[in-house]
């Protein structure tokens, strides 16, 4: 990509989408162009279509979604599936109708089987039946995949997708109805802490394994592939000998008993940490095979421990708290 090239992110205010903004203008990209929900709502089509024919973005990074946690996914299906949709379809449709080079759109891990066998390889996708809690948001991000993968065939776009693992990092949402596990963690605990309670108590058996990913990892690799050479990405997205998406990730898992010790630790949390088996563990394993983007050159650098500190850091200190 060129310095100056027109740039959209969709999405930079959220979680993955502000990171990639701040690496692209870390970068020198000087031509980023950014619209609040409120400024435009890619649920609306018509708003779309005029967002695209004015502006004309020439790389397009998809990282706008409607996302939440196992309670959240569980909860409200039919949002989590109209709103991805409608995103998705709008921006990726009008993406090619106003000739972008490149789109990278942004899914999840969550697309695989529930019991997909263990590291989870793109080829997996589809060859079982998805976790129910989530399968709505999965549904929406599969769709996506096929959008993108349609469009390449059919037009000869250079749309990627790429699926990252559980995300974590500043901007992180930690609202304890709606939020990711590690988010969610952070804050029970911190909220233990200040409030001198003796126990906290952690939704499910903790025997799940869970492989997480900073954010600033992420908007690393997204960087990264949208900046591959014509021949790569051609390669990447070949509809015969490739599965037309990536894993991004870090390959490596923790059980989630072992993740509340660890955020115990960093919190600093004295008192007892307990259990409730009533509640639903989701998934049994999610390890997702790295293979294909670390044969590409890619990896990711921040270890768990050291980006759960600075997450916490980040609470701590943007979060007034």
Not at 223 to 247: C, K, Q, W, Y
Request: charged share 25%; hydrophobic share 40%; proline share 5%.
């Amino acid at each position: 990509m060129d310095k100056s090239a027109r740039i959209y992110v969709a999405g930079h205010r959220g979680l993955v989408g502000s990171a990639i903004v701040q690496r692209l203008q870390r970068d020198g990209f000087t031509n980023l162009i950014l619209r609040t929900s409120s400024e435009l709502d890619l649920r609306d089509q018509g708003g779309v279509a005029r967002f695209f024919e004015d502006e004309r973005p020439e790389y397009v990074f998809l990282a706008a979604a409607k996302v939440g946690g196992i309670v959240a996914n569980n909860s409200y299906p039919a949002e989590f599936i109209y709103d991805n949709l409608m995103i998705q379809t709008n921006v990726i449709h009008q993406a090619w109708r106003n000739s972008a080079r490149k789109l990278l759109f942004l899914g999840s891990t969550c697309i695989y089987p529930k019991l997909a066998p263990q590291p989870i390889k793109e080829e997996y996708l589809l060859t079982g039946p998805l976790e129910p809690t989530n399968d709505a948001y999965a549904v929406a991000k599969i769709a996506g995949i096929t959008m993108c993968k349609s469009y390449n065939r059919q037009y000869g776009t250079s749309f990627i997708s790429a699926m990252p693992t559980n995300l974590y990092g500043p901007r992180d949402n930690f609202d304890l109805e709606t939020s990711h596990v590690l988010p969610a963690l952070l804050r029970k605990f911190h909220d233990a802490k200040v409030a001198g309670a003796d126990r906290v108590v952690v939704w499910g058996t903790g025997a799940p394994l869970r492989e997480f990913v900073h954010v600033d990892d992420v908007a690393d690799a997204c960087v990264f592939l949208m900046t591959r050479p014509d021949e790569v990405i051609a390669s990447l997205l070949a509809p015969h000998t490739s599965p037309g998406f990536v894993n991004i990730g870090s390959g490596e898992e923790i059980s989630i008993g072992d993740l509340a010790l660890l955020i115990k630790e960093i919190v600093g949390f004295s008192g007892d940490l307990a259990f409730d088996a009533s509640k639903p563990d989701g998934t049994p394993r999610k390890l997702s095979d790295v293979s294909r983007l670390h044969d590409l050159g890619w990896r990711h650098r921040l270890e768990l421990r050291e980006g759960i500190r600075a997450t916490y850091e980040w609470y701590l200190s943007e979060a007034g708290r």
